[in-house]
């Protein structure tokens, strides 16, 4: 995936009814009709969002006839998830060091009051 | 929420909050003095050195990730809002020793920068930390496009990523299927 087309990805991701167009392409292909359905838009701008999709590199429509279907592109999507899954662990990780960071700082302060009231 | 929830709220978002059973004051300060940020900051594994640190608005937090294996990365945090004891937000990416911005060092799709807004506070000496993170690059043009289209965008706003990681569930279940 390049670099540029990572960002895209994630820009496209941005959008919830983007996310509602590639949860209805993961049960298979449809027609820009088919996919304006469910949302209260018109056709333009569920075209727009399309176009957005496409040029992200998360759908593909086909050459065949004017309907030209949309159809998900799973590659990158797997790797999108990859990173979230990476940024997770890395906070996840850090917190944990953090609450025990955390714990042995307060330790030692109150050791210390505990100290200069001796 | 502030002025600027425009540039986080369209993102698809990775939320992660804790409370941690310490108070607000020594939170703080192991968010934002180096020596504290080291001992807990960072991939697993890694030991941090902070090249600089300086906790304004435009400033950097400069550190390089030394692992067992002799490999090293550069990171950097770029401040952009720090309101004290409330508030962080910053862009975080790799960079090079200079402090320039760079790609990941491995191949995985990460985004170039990651915009982060963490949110502290205070209850029965207790503190909750609130982060969001969400994918930075192309974004604000895309907003303002989708903005243009329709004024409705701000509602139905405020996904998190779980939704976001729902569809990549479903998406990769197909796939496997």
Redesign the interface.
Same mark, same amino acid.
Do not use: N
């Given at each position: 995936m390049q670099a540029d087309q990572i960002d895209r990805a994630f820009a496209a991701l941005a959008d919830p009814t983007r996310r509602g167009i590639l949860a209805r392409l993961s049960q298979g292909e449809a027609t820009v009709n088919e996919l304006a359905a469910p949302f209260d838009l018109t056709q333009p701008a569920i075209s727009k969002h399309i176009k957005v999709l496409e040029r992200a590199g998360l759908i593909s429509r086909g050459r065949v006839a004017q309907t030209r279907p949309c159809r998900l592109e799973t590659a990158p999507l797997q790797g999108l998830a990859e990173w979230i899954e990476a940024y997770r662990h890395l906070w996840e990780d850090s917190f944990e060091r953090l609450d025990a960071h955390l714990k042995s700082t307060q330790a030692a302060k109150r050791k210390g009051r505990k100290d200069a009231r001796k | 929420m502030p002025a600027n929830k425009r540039a986080t709220a369209?993102?698809?978002a990775?939320v992660?909050t804790?409370v941690?059973?310490?108070p607000l004051s #020594?939170?703080w300060k192991?968010w934002t003095e180096a020596d504290?940020l080291k %001992?807990?900051? @960072? +991939?697993?594994g890694c030991t941090i050195e902070v090249a600089s640190l300086e906790l304004r608005p435009g400033g950097f937090f400069h550190f390089n990730m030394r692992f067992a294996n002799g490999q090293e990365w550069w990171g950097r945090f770029l401040y952009r809002e720090i309101a004290p004891r409330q508030r962080i937000v910053w862009l975080n990416s790799f960079s090079n020793p200079g402090c320039g911005i760079t790609?990941a060092p491995f191949a995985? %799709?990460?985004? $170039?920068e990651?915009l982060n807004d963490v949110t502290f506070a205070e209850r029965s000496c207790k503190t909750t930390?609130s #982060?969001r993170? *969400? +994918?930075h @690059?192309? *974004?604000d043009?895309?907003?303002a *496009?989708?903005k243009s289209?329709?004024g409705s #965008?701000e509602q @139905?706003?405020g996904?998190t $990523?779980d939704? $976001? %990681?729902?569809? $990549?569930a479903?998406?990769?279940a197909?796939?496997s299927g």
């Open positions: - | 369209a993102d698809a990775f992660i804790r941690f059973d310490a #020594l939170t192991a504290q %001992a807990w900051w @960072g +991939p697993k790609r995985m %799709a990460i985004p $170039l990651i930390v #982060l993170a *969400t +994918p @690059g192309a *974004t043009e895309e907003i *496009t989708f289209m329709h #965008l @139905g706003y996904s $990523l939704q $976001l %990681a729902q569809v $990549l479903q998406v990769s197909k796939v």
